[in-house]
T-cell receptor, first 115, second 116 residues
Framework: DQQVKQNSPSLSVQEGRISILNCDYT??????FLWYKKYPAEGPTFLIS?????DKNEDGRFTVFLNKSAKHLSLHIVPSQPGDSAVYFC??????????????FGQGTILTVHP | EAGVTQFPSHSVIEKGQTVTLRCDPI?????LYWYRRVMGKEIKFLLH????????ESGMPNNRFLAERTGGTYSTLKVQPAELEDSGVYFC??????????????FGEGSRLTVL
């Protein structure tokens, strides 16, 4: 049973436009959410995170929105750049001091930004 | 500062053989994690070390997998005997804090295992 789901396997966007990547979760015990970016033959790299006490977190071109009632989060990239082309993973963790590193990942969404 | 390094980058073995993967975390990071991605699916948690102690090994698939972290530095993950379904990319990650100062794990590039 998959607790974190990214229902769009891929997304194609024109350079300069907005990219919106979506993620749904089922476990109400999750209280911290992260987005990781992964290039081919590299490990995932942290992009942005949000605590369940917030509904928005912004870092430059990247904004993450959290809707707890809908158990849904999204990552907005504005404006999108060709270098943003990668696989984006949504991840979640539960409460507890030592459990935050135990991440539950979604399947990933391949983002392609066309020049 | 060196990142998380993993060795080998790719290993091809026959079913029934043994493979040992190694991970060197970022220096000073007490927390070390192993994750696995099979067949392009989601990345799944395997286990978590705090220094040399196994904090959580709930994600280990079965007793064919053995992880160690002697001395609290590097870690090894041994698969013995390997089965076809063990093929995938094994990621190691490390972090310093328990708390969510940054909330991030630092991942290595992964070790791709192919079992024939």
């Amino acid at each position: 049973d998959q607790q974190v789901k990214q229902n769009s396997p891929s997304l194609s966007v024109q350079e300069g436009r907005i990219s919106i990547l979506n993620c749904d979760y089922t476990n109400s015990m999750f209280d911290y959410f992260l987005w990781y970016k992964k290039y081919p033959a590299e490990g995932p790299t942290f992009l942005i995170s949000i605590s369940s006490i917030k509904d928005k977190n912004e870092d430059g071109r990247f904004t993450v929105f959290l809707n707890k009632s809908a158990k849904h989060l999204s990552l907005h990239i504005v404006p999108s750049q060709p270098g943003d082309s990668a696989v984006y993973f949504c991840a979640a963790s539960g409460r507890g001091g030592t459990s935050y590193g135990k991440l539950t990942f979604g399947q990933g969404t391949i983002l392609t930004v066309h020049p | 500062e060196a990142g998380v390094t993993q060795f080998p980058s790719h290993s091809v073995i026959e079913k029934g053989q043994t493979v040992t993967l190694r991970c060197d975390p970022i220096s000073g990071h007490d927390n070390l994690y192993w994750y696995r991605r099979v067949m392009g699916k989601e990345i799944k948690f395997l286990l978590h070390f705090v220094k040399e102690s196994k904090q959580d090994e709930s994600g280990m698939p079965n007793n064919r997998f053995l992880a160690e972290r002697t001395g609290g530095t590097y870690s090894t993950l041994k698969v013995q005997p390997a089965e076809l379904e063990d093929s995938g990319v094994y990621f190691c990650a490390s972090s310093q804090d328990y708390g969510r100062v940054s909330g991030e794990l630092f991942f290595g590039e992964g070790s791709r295992l192919t079992v024939l």
